[in-house]
């Protein structure tokens, strides 16, 4: 940022983000994501016998492999590789004349993460009748709002009580059921940076199969002493989605 009131022959000094020469609305602040790199360059108008960064620690920058300062001329550019949250807060660009005379410029530095889902499984399979967590592991800075919907629809909004979103945003269903079964989407928002995302996770209700054996069995036309006896069984289950299993049984 360029420095109020400045004297006639000092240095005067501008932050600015992203490109050369002097900016005459110089931003206080810039945000930047937590892995994406960004470069500052701090212009000198006036006489300067060095210009230096230094972090938010007060400390002087010296080059390294992610975080580079590079000197051209009037200008001086600093570039933060790989930003991560330790990043964060105000960093000083300072222009020192031959009289020893200073003057400096600030930029604050702010680090988010953005939404960021982590190991979604699809889909999630369940047992009837037990108490199911569907898990949605979603992070960002500041911490997202997590909704659920189910058939375009809110889960709070459903006539239904056996769901409820726990505090670490999974979504419990209580009891559940094979009707639940179906696509749930997990979404997530920060609402200060109008930031959204979301996953679809498929459920799968398993339910427990039922037997209907028939009450009849047959002879062959065969010697008595050997005689066979067959019966045939199903084994079916209302599950989501459907699955049949049959069974034979033969002596």
């Known amino acids: 940022m360029e420095m109020a009131g400045c004297c006639a022959g000092r240095a005067q000094v501008g932050v600015h983000q992203g490109e050369t ?102 889909p999630q399979e369940f047992v009837q009748g037990e108490d199911a967590q569907v898990i949605c592991r979603v992070t960002s800075s500041p911490a997202p709002i997590v909704s659920w919907l189910y058939q375009n629809e809110e889960v709070s909004n459903i006539a239904d009580n056996r769901f409820a979103v726990l505090p670490n945003n999974n979504l419990q269903i209580l009891k559940i059921n094979t009707s639940h079964g179906g696509v749930y989407r997990c979404e997530g928002r920060v609402e200060a940076r109008g930031e959204i995302d979301f996953r679809d996770i498929i459920v799968i209700v398993n339910a427990p199969c039922t037997t209907n054996v028939p009450a009849y069995s047959y002879h062959t036309a065969i010697p008595a002493d050997k005689i066979s006896t067959a019966a045939l069984g199903f084994c079916t289950s209302e599950n989501s989605p459907y699955a049949g299993v049959s069974a034979k049984y033969a002596n």
């Open 21 to 122: 020469g002097v900016d005459r609305h110089p931003a206080s602040k810039a945000e930047v994501s937590v892995g994406v790199s960004k470069f500052f360059t701090c212009t000198v108008i006036g006489e300067a016998e060095s210009i230096d960064w230094y972090n938010p620690q007060g400390e002087k920058i010296i080059s390294g492999q992610r975080i580079v300062v590079q000197k051209e001329g009037v200008r001086s550019r600093l570039t933060i590789y790989n930003a991560n949250v330790e990043d964060a807060g105000i960093y000083r660009c300072q222009a020192t004349d031959s009289r020893g005379q200073t003057q400096e410029a600030t930029v604050v530095l702010e680090i988010f993460q953005k939404l960021t889902f982590q190991d979604i499984s699809s």
